[in-house]
């Protein structure tokens, strides 16, 4: 096969030369297989995911479930509910550091870390300490051990450096940090695109990557959490999607799976005439579970 030509911007000359692309680590061209998907689902199956019950929402939501079950098994994790989509790494490591620790925390990083898998954590307020790499640019592994103390709450590296193409060690990372209990996030920007990643395997906490990195659209990322991990953490963003026990507002979610349980398929059907929560609600005249859900 000619992987060339499956990616069409390659077919352009730019300065009058055909085009050479090597800035893949920054961002991958799309084959055509991707830019075909993501036209046919704006042709045909463009809708609101899991908050509607007509053709095209429960087509949409398909996808995304669909996708959500490819993204498990590419980094073979245990359950589908352990994949959150994100933006990119980039969100996946601000939702974690706004998330998951209190300013008493402390977290270990490496040297070797993108300001994507820094920043987010200096800016938390939780103190940073950062384990050195030796003139080979391989992690100092002595320093790592060092670090981890009493307050560390987090051990955050990556998996491949973006800077230097340093594979790191995280299988011995992880097992180091759990040795002293504590879990490990790690940056898989560099590394998903190009190593098979195992998360059982590796036994890691959190694991974050982006799909424009690996041929796939921009805008759109995985953070990997254990389940018991994701339960215990405190929301950062809210709205829409949110539980009913978060307020008032994000009732709308809670109805729509209501009806999509307790409704007859001809009330479904009346409903779906309606894009309002509330409307849908009296169509399927359950108006009375507004109160008790709100409650
Ligand atoms: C190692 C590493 N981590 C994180 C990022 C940030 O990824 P994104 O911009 O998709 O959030 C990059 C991007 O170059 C990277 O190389």
């Known amino acids: 096969m000619n992987v060339r030509s499956e990616f069409p911007a390659l077919a352009q000359s730019v300065h009058g030369k055909p085009l050479v692309y090597l800035d893949s680590a920054a961002t991958s061209q799309k084959p055509r297989a991707v830019i ?25 939501t398909a996808q995304l479930e669909d996708a959500r079950s490819t993204a498990q098994h590419f980094i073979n994790a245990a359950r589908p509910d352990e994949i959150v989509f994100v933006r990119g790494v980039t969100e ?44 080979r640019g391989d992690l100092r592994f002595d320093e790592l051990e060092k670090l981890i103390g009493p307050r560390t709450r987090l051990v955050a590296a990556a998996h491949v450096s973006n800077a230097l193409g340093t594979i790191n060690p995280v299988a011995r990372i992880v097992e180091l940090a759990h040795s002293r209990g504590v879990p490990v ?43 018991a991990l994701l339960d215990a953490m405190q929301p950062w963003q809210s709205g829409a999607t949110s539980p009913p026990q978060w307020g008032w507002a994000p009732l709308s979610t809670g109805c729509a799976r209501r009806i999509e349980r307790r409704c007859s398929p001809t009330s479904r059907r009346s409903c779906s ?16 579970r507004l109160a008790s859900a709100s409650a």
């Open 92 to 135: 996946a490591v601000n939702l974690v550091a706004n998330s998951f620790l209190s300013e008493r925390d402390e977290i270990v990083v490496t040297a070797l870390e993108h300001h994507s898998n820094l920043v987010p954590w200096q800016r938390s307020g939780v103190k940073v300490r950062v384990a050195g790499v030796d003139e």
């Open 185 to 227: 996030l790690l940056d898989g920007a560099q590394a998903a695109p190009h190593l098979a990643v195992d998360v059982q395997r590796l036994d890691c906490d959190f694991y974050a990557f982006s799909s424009h990195k690996m041929y796939g659209p921009m805008g759109i990322g995985v953070l990997y959490g254990k389940a």
């Open 273 to 288: 005439t309606d894009s309002s929560c509330f409307g849908r609600f009296r169509a399927c005249g359950c108006s009375a």
């Open 36 to 60: 075909d998907a993501i036209s046919h689902f704006y042709e045909r199956d463009n809708a609101n995911v899991h908050r509607g019950v007509h053709a095209l929402a429960e087509r949409a």
